[in-house]
């Protein structure tokens, strides 16, 4: 199995987080793990703790990739990006057919992302002719009225995706992402994940929601999901929500009221999970050292919850349409 993962220091802890879920509950069904680590300048200490996952678990091979080619690529089109406090390793992903030009097929996955089951049955997915295969976004609606998609447009969440690196190759999908860059003139269409949904122009294989398990539908029940999210009964299928709901492979701890596990008051329902692996990692004796929020953002957030859990589907929904919940007015 082969799998990209990109990290600054910032989430280098996470990072190794991650690997270690996917080491507990993968390492049986492969004979060799790849991790391919795009590294946007991790510092030494902690690419020794990372690089300690060899020892403990012998089939795990590391390739340490350093971001300066990568950033030689951005360097031409940094301007045209949007402003905004993520780094530019958000883009790294973009460039991985031409900087692994020996792989064909890999599994990219964010680093705030822990699994809970094997990956066999995901990394196994025939994709085909399909550039990448991913689950669908729970925002998408939104996400595709303010694109000016087409309602049956697919719009994913590319915080897993699994890669077909040749195909990416063979039609010279890194040259149309940075024509499309040079060409856009609202930044606002060109964060990253908009960037890769536009790219791949629907050549996108559909994974069933348990691959890649967002915060919301960790928490709420499949109705008021649908109901809250406007989507359609076919874009998750009531059986496919509940397991991911239940049973999630891959559990995705998006930014949302329900925090996350290395911010304060996380109420994530899955946060216990983190920390096993935490635990178990090379970064057990890590301390976390909290950002402390304003009293009015943890208010904000906890009316954010309420809304999301107890309020009438139809006004969570206006609200939720209307950015209304959206992380603005909890930073505001």
């Known amino acids: 199995m082969n799998l990209l993962l990109v990290s600054d220091e910032n989430y280098a802890m996470q990072l190794t987080v991650l690997m270690t879920s996917i ?3 993968s390492y049986d069904d492969f004979d060799e793990i790849n991790f391919y ?6 510092t030494d200490s902690s690419l020794e703790k990372i690089r300690s996952l060899e020892t403990t678990y012998e089939k795990t091979k590391l390739h340490i990739i350093p971001n300066t080619e990568i950033e030689k690529k951005l360097e031409n089109i940094k301007d045209k990006l949007p402003a905004t406090d993520k780094s530019t390793s958000y ?11 020996n792989v064909d097929k890999i599994l990219y996955m964010d680093s705030d992302i822990v699994t809970n089951n094997s990956l066999i049955e995901l990394y196994n997915t025939n994709v085909g002719s399909y550039y990448a295969a991913g689950v669908i976004d729970i925002n998408q609606t939104g996400f595709k009225e303010e694109l000016n998609m087409d309602p049956n447009d697919i ?26 860059i040079n060409k856009t003139t609202n930044k606002e269409l060109l964060y990253d994940q908009h960037i890769i949904n536009y790219a791949l122009k629907n050549n996108i294989k559909v994974l069933e929601p348990k691959n890649n398990v967002l915060t ?3 928490v709420l029940a499949y109705k008021r999901f649908m109901g809250i999210f406007r989507l359609k009964d076919h874009v998750f ?16 701890f998006i930014t949302s009221p329900w925090r996350r596990p290395w911010e304060l008051n996380c109420k994530h329902p899955y946060v216990d999970l983190f920390f096993k692996y935490k635990n178990l990692s090379p970064f057990a004796d890590h301390e976390i050292k909290y950002k ?3 009293k009015s953002y943890m208010w904000k957030a906890a009316i954010n919850r309420f ?9 969570a929904a206006y609200m939720n349409k209307h950015n209304i919940l959206n992380l603005k007015w909890l930073l505001g």
């Open 23 to 25: 080491l507990n509950n």
């Open 37 to 42: 680590i795009l590294s946007n300048n991790i």
């Open 91 to 101: 883009y790294y992903r973009m460039f991985a057919a031409s900087i692994l030009p």
């Open 155 to 180: 719009y994913v969440n590319s915080g897993v995706l699994l890669m077909n690196l040749e195909k990416w190759r063979e039609d010279n999908i890194q040259d149309q992402i940075i024509d499309f």
């Open 216 to 218: 919301h539908v960790s």
């Open 237 to 252: 299928v009531e059986k496919d929500y509940n397991e991911a709901h239940t049973n999630p492979v891959c559990i995705h």
């Open 292 to 294: 402390v929020m304003p």
């Open 307 to 315: 809304i999301f859990t107890k309020f009438p589907v139809k006004i």
